[in-house]
């Protein structure tokens, strides 16, 4: 059984406004939205769900029992630090009213809130560029309310269920969080720069070796990173105004201290080279990191104790090789069966099994984890883009496009994109989500061969493919047809699987190689290894010249 999708109405369309009108439209919930100006479309990837969203001529006009309003309003901020929420009392009076419940998003002052009228406050804690993303799965998910939370919305709930962390509380309890989100990460930028900046002007080292010097200290996270004064919609204004708020009965010494140091370095930075942005979304790998970490911990303990470990010493050397030379070898017509099984299953799951939703993902979930490992695994290699002078008259053959997680990002910094996959039912599925893209093309393969020309490509990918298959004449097969379908002086970026193999029987075996037998069949194939990475304990990443 399926829960209710509620009517929403969105009052205020500005970036936040349509960060939750195109999330809560993906969800399916019927979605509308008001506001007295037609803003530009913030969130262009999402043109198909902004299609659904319908502009109200008046708030109520959608009204029921069932329609929820989301005010999405902002506030102001003077230089002198005092905050303007007559807009969003406005708002709120507009739709006073109303017989369903009214949720505010707006950024308020915890002193302000007690002369509002609405149901439940949930600030918002999106990054702009990320905002549709972080509304589906928050980081944080902070509610708060005058009495007790009952009978929350379908929506809510799925967020909450969906977030990273949770809070529930008084309304003023949300607002100081929100707050103090803000101002801390204000803090750790400004301190960190201030920290550089005397650094540089001892005149004993430079901005690049100051930056490595405090990446190393702080271990590059992020917000304490050397790097350009904090700027933006929130922070500046966020941590003026709270320190203006609470400097009536006791001096905020920091708190002041910060917009000061922040407008101090940015004098500086016209003087300082190679600067990092400051900016950054919770971080895709943050949303799985903690509850991973907590399951590997228990593992490795169980793993690791003396009694396991010790049965595990003797028994792996011999238990493994003859468990899996009885099953007998696998093939590429087991692999394609399995792969066609896994996408009737659940395609957008077993693409990316570590994704943080688990079996729960969402197309927009697929394309964010799709986008953060092709900025990672492409965008950001910068061996790549010494060899790859202009992406954008480049031809590149993806091997394993499954269901295009990371095809129609390729696509849209490259000429030719080209994609080749063993199983017939995630390549229909590819199709049909890149079906619109016209310089993406996608084929099925027998699972070691490539169907195009000689000297075809620019550049060769393929990431959580190799590691799945079945043996390394498979393998070799693979790396003589990149060799053949490559242009002289052509690169390949492939991950193989290393360290310990699966059970045969299960559904994730593939081969596995030391660095050696990657240069080996290298080698035969008639390729150059100019690089290798081993990433983590089950990974080499490996780069090929023809």
């Known amino acids: 059984m399926t829960s209710k999708k509620e009517k929403i109405v969105i009052v205020g369309y500005g970036w936040v406004g349509q960060a939750n009108a195109v999330a809560l439209r993906a969800m399916g919930c019927p979605v509308f939205y008001y506001d007295v100006h037609v803003p530009p479309r913030y969130y262009g990837d999402f043109d198909k769900y902004y299609e659904g969203i319908k502009k109200l001529n008046n708030p109520l006009d959608e009204e029921s029992d069932d329609t929820f309003y989301l005010v999405c309003v902002g506030d102001k901020v003077s230089p002198e630090g005092e905050q303007d929420i007559s807009f969003i009392e406005k708002a709120l009076v507009?739709?006073?009213?109303?017989?369903?419940?009214?949720?505010?998003?707006?950024?308020?002052?915890?002193?302000?809130?007690?002369?509002?009228?609405?149901?439940?406050?949930?600030?918002?804690?999106?990054?702009?560029?990320?905002?549709?993303?972080?509304?589906l799965r928050p980081y944080y998910f902070v509610v708060g309310a005058r009495g007790s939370i009952k009978n929350m919305p379908n929506f809510l709930t799925e967020w909450k269920q969906n977030a990273h962390r949770t809070f529930e509380g008084t309304v003023e309890q949300a607002s100081y969080i929100k707050y103090l989100s803000n101002i801390w990460n204000a803090l750790r930028i400004a301190f960190v720069n201030e920290l550089g900046d005397v650094m540089v002007d001892s005149g004993l080292v430079s901005a690049r070796e100051a930056q490595k010097a405090l990446d190393f200290l702080f271990e590059n996270k992020i917000y304490l990173r050397y790097g350009r004064a904090f700027s933006g919609h929130c922070l500046p204004k966020d941590s003026l105004a709270f320190a203006r708020a609470h400097s009536q009965n006791q001096a905020p010494y920091i708190l002041k201290a910060i917009p000061l140091s922040n407008d101090f370095h940015q004098k500086l930075e016209s003087r300082l080279d190679s600067l990092v942005e400051w900016s950054s979304p919770w971080e895709y790998q943050s949303y799985v990191s903690?509850?991973?970490?907590?399951?590997?911990?228990l593992l490795k303990r169980l793993l690791t104790s003396r009694h396991t470990a010790g049965i595990k010493k003797i028994?792996?050397?011999?238990?493994?090789?003859?468990?899996?030379?009885?099953?007998?070898?696998?093939?590429?017509?087991?692999?394609?069966?399995?792969?066609?099984?896994?996408a009737r299953e659940n395609a957008l799951y077993f693409v990316n099994i570590g994704t943080p939703s688990g079996r729960r993902v969402s197309d927009l979930e697929l394309r964010e984890t799709g986008r953060?490992?092709?900025?990672?695994?492409?965008?950001?290699?910068?061996?790549?883009?010494?060899?790859?002078?202009d992406p954008k008259m480049a031809t590149v053959l993806e091997i394993g496009v499954g269901v295009a997680r990371m095809t129609e990002h390729i696509a849209r910094d490259f000429?030719?994109?080209?994609?080749?996959?063993?199983?017939?039912?995630?390549?229909?599925?590819?199709?049909?989500?890149l079906g619109g893209v016209a310089n993406v093309v996608i084929s099925t393969n027998n699972g070691r061969s490539i169907p195009f020309p000689d000297s075809n490509f620019d550049f060769i990918f393929s990431q959580s493919v190799f590691r799945y298959l079945p043996n390394s004449e498979t393998a070799a097969s693979y790396l003589e047809e990149i060799k053949r379908t490559l242009k002289p002086g052509g690169i390949a970026k492939i991950q193989f699987r290393t360290g310990g193999s699966p059970r045969k029987w299960q559904w994730f075996y593939g081969v596995s190689f030391v660095p050696e037998e990657i240069s080996s069949l290298a080698q035969s194939a008639g390729l150059r290894i100019v690089k290798q990475y081993v990433d983590g304990a089950r990974n080499i990443w490996t780069w090929f010249i023809k």
Not at 322 to 338: A, E, F, P, S
Request: charged share 35%; hydrophobic share 35%.
């Open 415 to 433: 000429g030719q994109v080209c994609g080749v996959e063993i199983s017939d039912e995630m390549a229909k599925i590819a199709k049909e989500r």
């Open 94 to 135: 507009s739709i006073k009213k109303a017989k369903g419940r009214i949720i505010l998003r707006s950024t308020v002052l915890p002193q302000y809130l007690s002369k509002l009228d609405f149901d439940y406050y949930l600030p918002e804690f999106l990054h702009e560029k990320k905002g549709v993303e972080e509304c």
């Open 290 to 297: 903690d509850s991973t970490d907590a399951v590997r911990f």
């Open 315 to 342: 028994a792996r050397p011999v238990v493994n090789p003859i468990i899996n030379k009885i099953w007998g070898k696998n093939n590429l017509l087991d692999v394609k069966k399995t792969w066609d099984k896994l």
């Open 372 to 389: 953060f490992d092709y900025e990672k695994n492409i965008i950001s290699d910068e061996y790549l883009k010494d060899h790859i002078k």
